[in-house]
Every structure is written in C-alpha cells, then in structure tokens.
C-alpha cells in the first residue's frame, strides 16, 4: 500500500456554504444531507436510455458510491456507461481527482472535463448550488447536467433501465438479472429501512457524534441491529438478506460490512464487536459474497477505503496514521 505521503492538498476555491468537515449539530447528532438530484433515466423525458450518453463519478472509498459500481458490474452495464474515480482523500474543499503532482493510484482524472474538483461538476449542473459534493454522481454527459445523486436510486436505474439494450446486444442473463423482484420489493424495503437507519447510517451517526451521550446511543443501535441480521442469517440454508436470491439489499449491506472490521471498528468507535470474531453468520454471507461474485470483489478497494476516513477526517483521526491491521482485510472462505 502507498502511504500518505503521496498525497498533496491543493487549496481550491470553494463557493460553497457548507463546511464540508463539520458533521454533526449542535446537539451532537449526524445528520445526513438529503440527494438533491433526484431523475430517473428512461422515465424522465428529458433522459432516455442510449448507450454511453451517461457517466459514473464515484469514490473506491465511499460505501454508497460503491452501491453503484457493484449494480454497473452485475448488470452488465460496462459497454454503455464508464465511471470516474476520484482521489481516496477528502479534504475541506470535497473531492478531488488526481493530477500529476497529486497521484493516487486505481483513481482516474475526470474523463470528460479534465475537472479538478467534483464541485465544478455541481457548479456546471446549478451554478447556485450550495450542498455537499457527493458521490455518486450519475451525469448526463448530451445536457451537461447531473441526472441523480442518490445512490439507493441509482442502483434501481441500472437495475431496469437498460434491459431492452442489453437483451438487444444479447446479453440475457444481465437482463434477466433483477435485483429488485416484484415478489420480494415489500420485504427489500423494509429491511433496506432498518439496516440503512441503523447500520449503513448508523456507523456514521456513531462515528460523527459530537457527544458521548450520542456516541452511546448510536453506537448499541448498530450492534442490536447486527444482532437481528445475525440472527435472520441463521436459518439453515439463508443465503441472502432477503429472499433466496442476490437483492439489492444484499448489496447495500455489502458496502457496509467489507467496511466494518478494517475501517469502523477503530475509526468510528464501533468496537463493541467485530464481524470476524463475533458475528459468524454475517461474516459467512460476507465472505460468500465476497469470493464467489467478483462483480462485487471486484469494486472493494481496501487502500482506497482504509485511507480516505483515517486521513480524511483530521477531527476524528488529527495525525492521520492508518492502522496496518486487520490483517488480511478479509479472511478467506
């Protein structure tokens, strides 16, 4: 792994009102920003489904920007909408995207602009913008505008919205891929709510709080939800969150728990357990995942992850020193 001395943090200008690295409120609490692009590509008039006439911006660290490169891969989707990687570090400007003073290896400069910051992005779409620059970015490159922000969205565009072109090139199987079944949406977004509020998020909540009387509360939300995950898993034969097939919601928990052992555990103080150790089920499904569909090992960049929160995040982490452990990343099957 290249430690952080490859790194170099260019100041650049930022229009924006939001303090980028100020995470929680007064009263201690996380509060995420809500998506604030919000169209759907094939039913929103102004985007119809053509290949290679949308772009992906996404962070290797980043866990909901992860929901989407996992969605491109196992929907086959390569041929018809490449992506762009910004730097892992994150400073008090936003994203950035790597340069020839600034390398970071597996990211990749801004493909269609040359941009050196995602916030120009959010400026080309509304010059008036004044959120976080998140990822993802789902971008509609004919308009030069951002089609979607929220990543939960995203995965359902690419879930349906280019079928017709993939059963066209032939590509049945992707096609017939769904992640998101009629049969199992009730139980997927059920589950999708309770896991998102209290494990995707609630790593964050806990991580980010401001106050010890926070930190407390969020952080036993997150190990009594790994409980009741833990427990449904247990069931003889329960492959998958939901359901007896891969779901979305297999997906969204993923992103988190590749993320759980390496980088939550310490940095965001959720250490009244780990995965591995205590968590048998959760960390079979895991590793399942992880080494039986390279659609999804495929998309976990560990250096990219291990290095954004603890060098991006100097009020939780102020000398930024990574942890060498655990070791490996993930055990094998």
Known sequence: MELFSRSCFRQVRNMSKIDIQKFHNA?????????????VIGKDPK??????????????????????????????????????????????????????????????????????????LYYRANPNYEGRFTVPVLWDKKQHTIVNNESSEII???????????EKDGKHEQAKLDLYPESLQAQIDQTNDWIYNNINNGVYKAGFAGKQEVYEEEV??????????????????????????????????????????????????CNIGMIRFDYPNIHKWLRRLYWNYPELKDTVHFDHIKFHYTKSHPQINPLGITPVGPLPNILPL
């Open 27 to 39: 009263k201690g609490e996380f509060k995420r920003q809500d998506s604030s692009f919000r169209s």
């Open 47 to 120: 985007f119809p489904v053509e290949p290679d006439r949308y772009h992906l911006y996404v962070s290797y660290a980043c866990p909901w920007a992860n929901r989407t490169l996992i969605a491109r891969k196992l929907k086959g989707l390569e041929d018809y909408l490449d992506y762009s990687v910004v730097h892992w570090h994150m400073d008090s400007k936003g994203w950035r995207f790597p340069s020839n003073d600034d390398p970071c290896e597996g990211a990749t400069p801004d493909k269609l602009y040359g941009y050196k910051r995602l916030s120009e």
């Open 156 to 166: 359902r565009i690419f879930n349906t919205a280019f079928n017709e072109l993939l």
């Open 220 to 269: 036993k939300k997150v190990f009594a939800h790994l409980d009741k995950v833990e427990d449904e898993l247990s069931n003889d034969g329960q492959e998958f969150i939901v359901g007896d097939q891969l779901t979305e919601a297999d997906i969204r928990l993923f992103v988190t728990i590749i993320r759980f052992d390496p980088v939550y555990v310490q940095h965001f103080k």
